[in-house]
């Protein structure tokens, strides 16, 4: 290997790496006629001939020390969370959850006890989403624990969402509030770093009851099925779709270039909790790049016509216009709430 | 935790963590209507409201290490062999599969170059089974490279085939030659020896030539999709079926137990393959027991009756019958060389 030239993955960024990914699998792709999306999007969508119901796919993996920290995370916590995480993506395209397979690689470290109480989070996120989990597979693994959740699920071809349907002038809404999870975990953090400077010789316990939102929202996330079922009760289909799992720029970024358009986002319209402005003053940081950049929110990102917003909010309250569909040319802005505009530029966040 | 319960994993087998994952998930289990088969077979097998056709989902994990191993299976084999792996299973439903999802945990160690490698056997092989790549997830892996890849495929509510459907005086039969994989495994690993002591100072390049069909059978193997369109051609349906991945006696025993019944096998009627043998006299070891307890041949076993048999090996020659299906009270028995009958205590094996 040694003159094998090597470059190094993270020298590109995620979205490079899925890019290059697509281009080397799509030189060999076999018959695609039933696949209506395949990569690039929340979730593939396939179609069932005959059908007006289309499948949907989507998979996704969590490792220990970089997707989740069992020094702060109980596991019952880490299973109901991946689950929500993994539907959120059915979600976003309109869909309904109808099965998932849990894969685990099991280092020694992990107990059947605590496989029970993995379990027993994925078994309650399985109850609250009715996705029964149908399968999976066990492997042993050389470090931490790994965990692979595949979702199928459902939606009807009239109201399958992509992340490429946004038009110009349609309104920019996100459910629930962003930067929660973020100041939930600077939180965890914080008393982790306590606890390993300090544990060991102090009877040591954590009082959180102070976050006790911002810590949930870190550490079980609830995946927003809610809105899914008001759009179909009235009638109501968003133009672009894409579940907040990275940060709301990153993923504001992601629809706008899939539907090649541009964006303003209203800096004071995006909606915050006190108890997250609470974590960021204590802190002393700016609450904005919580929200902005905090990521694993799994609230919902979506564009509309304004008609159809108005039509929502009369019936579904958790939900606000947080900005605008622009013109591609005009790129990604956001008002600030001096009334300035900033650009963004977005080939670096790429 | 040093009070908490632990029990460690490696004191329970696979299969008794799997229904132990069972029983807790059964607990707060949601709707199941459309859930034909859950956890427990090849696939999940689910039930789309008026449609013929069910879907079949699978969801395998491969740990560096632990699955696979780069210091001698080049990275295309590993994607070729991961996705013929995860394909058996939907064979071993009687199934065709429909798409799949890769998902990667990537390294540090692991460069462009390599992902590159993976992917395009990855590519080949959705080719060569008409299977699409239609999306995944990436994240980062603190060890190893772990991949789970999740395949969705379709069976004709007709033609679906469980572990589950042996009847007494059935044929067991078995597809291709067995035994093969493990005598390319001890073929690599004696290689990979010898490069650790003696690879730095000398220029080893290994000759393997000799060895090309068993370290085949190890690096890539193929599924078994060409008896799946043979038995839709003839009209026939197995009673049960199941893929050997693990081994001759672990798989059967799946089968019998799912089955309700007892098997007696026929020991000189396993088919083995010259080049396996050679490699086993080469060590001194006894070739059946490559065949017996070898694994991941990714050949298909299944049971018919005879009358079946006898079509089916008028038209598809790479098939033999290995065993015959008896009642659940003779358990598992095999019918030595010498005429002596074995008994194996199927208790010690699950």
């Given at each position: ?71 702060y ?104 509030d962003l930067g929660g999870a973020f100041a939930g975990l600077k939180i965890l953090l914080r008393e982790k770093r306590y606890w390993?400077d ?8 954590p009082d959180l009851?102070d976050y006790e939102y911002v810590v949930?929202r870190q ?28 940060n ?24 915050i909790a006190l108890e997250t402005r609470a974590v960021a003053d204590e802190f002393e940081e700016d609450v904005d790049q919580y929200a902005l950049q905090g990521g694993e929110d ?53």
């Open positions: 290997m040694s003159k094998a030239a090597f470059t190094p993955v993270s020298d590109l960024s995620r979205n490079k790496v899925i890019k290059h990914i697509q281009a080397i699998v799509s030189k060999s792709e076999p018959d695609m006629a039933h696949i209506v999306r395949g990569i690039g999007d929340d979730c593939a969508v396939i179609r069932v001939d005959g059908q007006t119901y289309l499948r949907l796919s989507t998979s996704e993996t969590y490792v220990e020390g970089v997707d989740f920290d069992l020094t995370a109980p596991l019952q916590h880490v299973g109901y969370k991946l689950v929500s995480a993994a539907l959120s993506d059915i979600y976003a395209m309109n869909g309904q959850p109808e099965s998932m397979l849990v894969n685990i690689a099991l280092p020694n470290k992990i107990s059947t006890e605590m496989i029970n109480l993995l379990f027993e989070g994925i078994g309650k996120a399985a109850k609250v989403y009715s996705c029964p989990m149908v399968g999976g597979d066990i492997t042993a693994s050389s470090s931490g624990l790994v965990v692979s959740i595949s979702v199928n699920g459902v939606v009807h071809e009239d109201a399958v969402t992509y992340r490429s349907g946004a038009a110009v002038n349609d309104a920019l809404c996100v459910t629930g390993l300090n544990g060991a010789e102090t009877n040591f316990q009851s949930r550490l079980v996330p609830e995946s927003r099925n809610d809105i899914i079922t008001a759009f179909a009760e009235l009638n109501i289909v968003p133009t672009a779709m894409i579940d907040i799992s990275k709301l720029l990153q993923d504001t970024m992601q629809l706008i270039n899939a539907s090649g358009v541009g964006v303003k986002l209203y800096s004071g319209a995006i909606p799994y609230e919902l990102l979506f564009t509309m016509p304004e008609k159809d917003v108005n039509i929502l909010v009369e019936h579904f309250k958790d939900v606000v216009v947080i900005g605008k569909i622009l013109p591609k040319s005009k790129g990604m802005q956001m008002q600030t709430g001096s009334g300035d505009t900033m650009h963004f530029d977005t080939s670096q966040m790429e």
